[in-house]
């Protein structure tokens, strides 16, 4: 991710430098885009003096750096941070403690929200467009090398985040959480978590990284109607109750970009443009550090239903 930030900045005109405690690999990045290459944040804080950074580092250093460059450094105006937050919950909450009190523009990258399917989608549940949500499956499948699982953390945190903060957007208000999931290599790796709101909402979870293959689906069952969506193949199909249920849907297919682009460019295109435009007019991102924080809620949720096999309570709060 660090590779395609570094990409994407470059378009755009203000990458100022790298750092990676793998000094030769931010000098082979650095290289490419003609910027200073360091083998520490402070190193390139002090040398190059920016205005924002972007964390792009294993899930368990987030906190840690945030909370450090938040602290120290009275210059820095923006932080986006990759997914999820923090491992935990408690870590997180120190990390908004200090972004909010030195008033630090901070985008966590859930960068799914960005994703233009998933943008028309809520547009559509918010217009009425397939009347009040049901039913939402959420399936999120691909694949990991076991020797990486260890730097994202568990299923929940590194991909469940997305499905969680799109959830919020859909569904509000107390629910009840239940999650099961198998390991690899001591690690949660893939889980089904289904909530069941007291509104009558439904949602549920297929998250894994032991899948031949990528799937990223939602379908979305409302009152009137539902939508189908190719989260990779940027399609929505939306078929009314009226309907006969052998009856053409209707579609919307967003232009095609590439696979690479589509699946991950575009979204955290979205995500770093937003990201620079809050920096320059002190605005809030699409995805606040508030909205990071409820996501790690329902991850550490999900983590103690897991753990216990019971159902866990949970409060899920309305999006802004």
């Known amino acids: 991710m660090g590779r395609i930030h570094a990409r994407i900045l470059n378009d755009m005109g203000v990458l100022a430098g790298i750092a990676d405690t793998d000094l030769e690999t931010a000098m ?21 003096q920016p205005i924002a950074l972007i964390i792009s580092t294993p899930t368990s250093s987030h906190a840690a750096i945030a909370d450090q460059i938040a602290s120290k450094y009275d210059d820095i105006r923006g932080l986006l941070i990759e997914k999820p937050l923090a491992s935990t919950l408690e870590d997180g909450k120190r990390v908004a403690e200090v972004v909010k009190r030195k008033g630090i523009v901070t985008l966590v990258s859930h960068s799914e929200i960005y994703n233009p399917i998933v943008t028309k989608a809520l547009s559509l549940i918010q217009t009425d467009a397939i009347g009040t949500p049901r039913t939402v499956i959420h399936d999120r499948r691909g694949f990991v090398e076991p020797s990486r699982i260890a730097s994202l953390g568990d299923v929940y945190e590194d991909i469940g985040v997305h499905d969680f903060d799109i959830m919020a957007r859909i569904s509000q208000g107390p629910a009840s959480l239940y999650a099961r999931s198998h390991k690899e290599s001591g690690i949660y790796n893939s889980g089904n978590v289904m909530v069941d709101f007291e509104t009558g909402a439904q949602h549920i979870f297929h998250l894994s990284r032991q899948y031949t293959g990528r799937r990223r689906y939602m379908d979305v069952s409302g009152t009137k109607g539902s939508l189908v969506l190719d989260l990779f193949g940027q399609i929505i199909k939306i078929q009314n109750l009226d309907q006969a249920p052998m ?3 209707d579609t919307i297919k967003l232009p095609e970009r590439g696979a690479t682009i589509k699946v991950y460019g575009e ?24 909205d990071a924080l409820s996501a790690l809620e329902i991850v550490e949720a999900a983590r103690e239903s897991t ?4 159902v866990v309570n949970i409060d899920v709060k309305p999006r802004k």
């Not at 650095?30 to 402070?42: G, I, L, R």
């Not at 753990?307 to 019971?310: D, M, V």
């Open 307 to 310: 753990k216990t096999g019971k």
């Open 28 to 48: 082979n990045v650095a290289k490419t885009y003609d910027v200073p290459a360091y083998e520490t944040f402070e190193e390139l804080i002090e040398n190059v």
């Open 247 to 249: 009856a053409a849907s």
């Open 267 to 290: 979204p955290v295109r979205e995500a770093l443009n937003d990201f620079v435009a809050c920096v320059k007019s002190g605005r809030t991102p699409r995805v606040n550090i508030d």
